[in-house]
């Protein structure tokens, strides 16, 4: 492989990073929003002011019982939030998410310029070093201290199926 292949390569490997962190990062978003939706409509549900609190079925014997068990899934629900904290990894989530959809547009850019160029030259070749600058800074902006390795095999492959090899242009190189 030409060093003018590998280099525009570079570019379409770190658009496929982007795209697996878009689609990590949102998944893991989708996941934090549903804990923190069941949280909330425990903690809601389980209130002795709700209007649940006041239906007439907790006033019968097995109401009792049931409420009392709500009581302390309540509970738990309540510990369970803040340990997990899930509207602060909401917030983190967030943040990363759309500092990765900019990336991931930028390199959009920069591939589209390649092929409407027909061409991987200086001015994009900086575009790209911009680029991975943002993306430094990023990194550092992880909210995990490992992945979910389930979620990431699958966007993974989600990510190649939509970006495989072929879908790149290759500029051809200059003999000279």
């Known amino acids: 492989m030409a060093q003018h ?11 496929r990073t982007a795209r697996l962190n878009v689609k990590y990062y949102c998944c893991r978003l989708e996941r934090a929003e549903q804990w ?12 002795p002011t709700s209007a649940i609190g006041g239906l ?16 302390a899934v309540a509970a738990l629900a309540s510990i369970g939030n803040a340990a997990y904290s ?3 990894k909401i917030k983190l989530y967030e943040g990363v998410l759309v500092g990765y959809r900019t990336l991931e547009y930028d390199l959009m850019e920069i591939r589209s310029a390649i092929e409407q160029k ?3 030259d200086a001015a994009l070749q ?8 943002r993306e430094k800074a990023l990194v550092g902006k992880n909210p995990e201290t490992r992945p979910n390795m389930k979620a990431l095999l699958l966007c993974e492959a989600e990510v190649r ?4 090899d072929s879908c790149f242009f290759i500029p051809e190189s200059k003999n000279d």
């Open 86 to 88: 899930p509207n602060k």
């Open 5 to 15: 292949e590998q280099a525009v390569w570079s570019v379409y490997d770190k658009l």
């Open 126 to 133: 900086n575009d790209f070093k911009r680029a991975i600058q």
């Open 36 to 47: 923190a939706t069941v949280f909330q409509v425990i903690l809601l549900a389980s209130a």
């Open 56 to 71: 007439w079925f907790w006033h019968t014997d097995l109401g009792k019982i049931a409420w009392q068990w709500l009581g």
């Open 161 to 164: 199926n939509e970006l495989p």
């Open 118 to 120: 027909g061409k991987y």
